[in-house]
């Protein structure tokens, strides 16, 4: 297994400009999810979905659309990137709803906004 | 809506000392509580958690930590450290119910002097 996979590791952006961080797991896991990391304020949860087609918000929703149209992917999108969005992105997966399953983490990706 | 304190942002401690990360949660009920790892420029690692029955915990790389109810702590203990344990500490801790969301702490950065 590959486990949980993120693409791109880095990316440059301008203020405005949109894009999607991909996600991916191959572990067949229900539940899905994206936290940003900044520095001095540990991650943060940005959305979550309990399975394929059901999404929720998190702490810091403003600015991300997500959506999962199947088990294995879970696509963040910036629809008009601001400098504030700069940060490490993690996207996790766990087999299923109950926080008692074991939660993997993906290496992240590095967004900067300029 | 649950919520997790770490208080310390950095601790150093000499290598072969023991180590004592504190972490203090709010929530209504029995919450799931979890210590992860981050070295540097990786992702993250699970080190334990707890979700029922004995309130001490073992992980891996010699780690512990004791779930006491009474003072909303989850605090990490290693009675001996490896200068390869300096990372980042997260602690988080998860909801019981429909959507069983993880929100972690602000992190301890622990620095080992040799």
């Known amino acids: 297994n590959a486990g949980v996979t993120q693409t791109p590791k880095f990316q440059v952006l301008k203020t405005g400009q949109s894009m999607t961080l991909q996600c991916a797991q191959d572990m067949n896991h229900e539940y899905m999810s994206w936290y940003r990391q900044d520095p001095g304020m540990g991650l943060r949860l940005i959305h979550y979905?309990?399975?394929?087609?059901?999404?929720d918000q998190g702490e810091v929703p403003n600015g991300y659309n997500v959506s999962r149209s199947t088990t294995e992917d879970f696509p963040l999108r910036l629809l008009s990137a601001a400098p504030s969005q700069t940060s490490v992105y993690f996207c996790?997966?766990?087999?299923?709803?109950?926080?008692?399953?074991?939660?993997?983490f993906g290496p992240g990706t590095r967004l900067t906004v300029l | 809506a649950q919520s997790v304190t770490q208080p310390d942002i950095h601790i150093t401690v000499s290598e072969g000392a023991s180590l004592e990360l504190r972490c203090n949660y709010s929530?209504?009920?029995?919450?799931?509580l979890f210590w992860y790892v981050q070295s540097p420029g990786q992702g993250l690692q699970l080190l334990l958690k707890?979700?029922?029955?004995?309130?001490l915990v073992q992980g891996i790389k010699g780690f512990e930590a004791e779930f006491k109810r009474s003072q909303s702590s989850f605090n990490l203990r290693k009675p001996s450290v490896h200068w390869s344990d300096a990372a980042e500490y997260f602690c988080?801790?998860?909801?019981?119910?429909?959507?069983?969301?993880?929100?972690f702490g602000k992190g301890t950065r622990l620095h080992i002097l040799p």
């Open positions: 996790a997966s766990r087999l299923s709803q109950p926080a008692t399953d074991t939660q993997y």
């Open positions: 707890y979700f029922s029955g004995d309130t």
């Open positions: 929530y209504g009920a029995t919450p799931y």
């Open positions: 988080a801790v998860g909801a019981r119910g429909r959507d069983d969301k993880i929100i």
């Open positions: 979905s309990v399975g394929a087609g059901i999404t």
